[in-house]
């Protein structure tokens, strides 16, 4: 007897089928309209003082600018409605964004880590004072951008990167301003290569990050926060219940966790199915918030008819 059930939760997938990052439509697109005037600012900057520091947090804001287009694109497709050949919508369509936001990010950590050896082999001169007044904007526009994109990070996968993007950026900022300020003030010009290698080695591992998680729920990974042999003892604790096998977890985006089992059940209880499947359903809901559950209720005895499955 397969039956399926859908329960909704306000903490990912929301209540009219849009994913957690649509909510905060928005303010992405604020940070977008702030990050590409910091970025233009950053690159006439950049060719004026000679920076490549500039010039590499201005890439650092394009990667940015291009990863918020990439989100609201997303979100776009991801509430395109379903339909018998795509029966989860686009939604997944999101961390496909989410992971080419990563990729772009390992790119740009390539040129500037090129760019740079060649500017500590051969040095170019930099004008520090051009270059501290473009860093210090740059950071006011990140700090605006971080205030921002605060409320939504921890609901999607899409919004936290896009705000580690920024977050690091404005660090990168603040390693712009040192570097100026060194410039500046001692006249080492190294310190503008030597700060913009820093840039680089501070993205990679936020962009690793962001593509394993990625990649995780692209390969169906069981969601983090969830452990399955604790679903499995949470439905056996049900009445009437007497096994629990082929349980699967995965994640469609992010917030929208999905699972599916087959639960054998005492025979006599299988007139009350309804009700049963409310039981389980309240279980699931209540203890570990998943948005859809699919479970099949079947007497003892009818897993031997199944064929091969994953226990």
Not at 13 to 33: E, Y
Not at 164 to 181: K, N, P, R, T
Request: charged share 15%; hydrophobic share 50%.
């Amino acid at each position: 007897m397969g039956i399926g059930h859908g329960h909704g939760h306000g903490h990912g997938g929301l209540a009219d089928g849009s994913t957690a990052a649509a909510a905060h439509r928005g303010r992405m697109v604020v940070v977008l309209v702030l990050t590409l005037g910091g970025m233009a600012v950053q690159v006439a900057g950049g060719l004026v003082s000679g920076s490549l520091a500039l010039l590499a947090d201005a890439g650092h804001m394009a990667a940015d600018s291009f990863g918020i287009v990439l989100a609201l694109f997303a979100i776009w497709i991801a509430a395109r409605p379903f339909s018998p050949k795509r029966t989860f919508g686009f939604q997944r369509a999101e961390i496909l964004a989410a992971a080419a936001n990563a990729l772009l990010l390992f790119g740009l950590c390539g040129y500037i880590a090129y760019e740079t050896v060649h500017r500590l082999a051969d040095p170019q001169p930099v004008a520090g004072p051009t270059m501290l007044a473009v860093a210090l904007l740059g950071l006011a526009v990140n700090i605006a951008g971080l205030l921002v994109l605060r409320r939504g990070q921890s609901q999607s996968l899409n919004l936290r990167g896009a705000y580690l993007e920024v977050f690091s950026d404005m660090l990168s900022s603040l390693g712009v301003i040192v570097a100026a300020l060194l410039v500046w003030l001692t006249g080492w010009q190294q310190a503008d290569s030597v700060v913009s290698l820093g840039i680089a080695a501070f993205i990679v591992p936020r962009a690793w990050s962001l593509l394993r998680e990625a990649v995780h729920i692209l390969l169906e990974a069981t969601p983090r926060d969830m452990d399955l042999d604790e679903v499995r003892s949470h439905l056996l604790a049900q009445p009437g219940v007497l096994d629990v096998h082929d349980l699967h977890a995965w994640t469609i985006t992010s917030g929208v966790p999905v699972m599916s089992a087959h639960v054998v059940v005492e025979e006599e209880r299988l007139g009350e199915c309804g009700r049963m499947l409310d039981e389980l359903h309240a279980c699931l809901s209540g203890h570990f918030d998943v948005e859809h559950s699919t479970l099949q209720l079947e007497p003892a005895g009818h897993a031997s008819h199944e064929g091969a499955r994953h226990h």
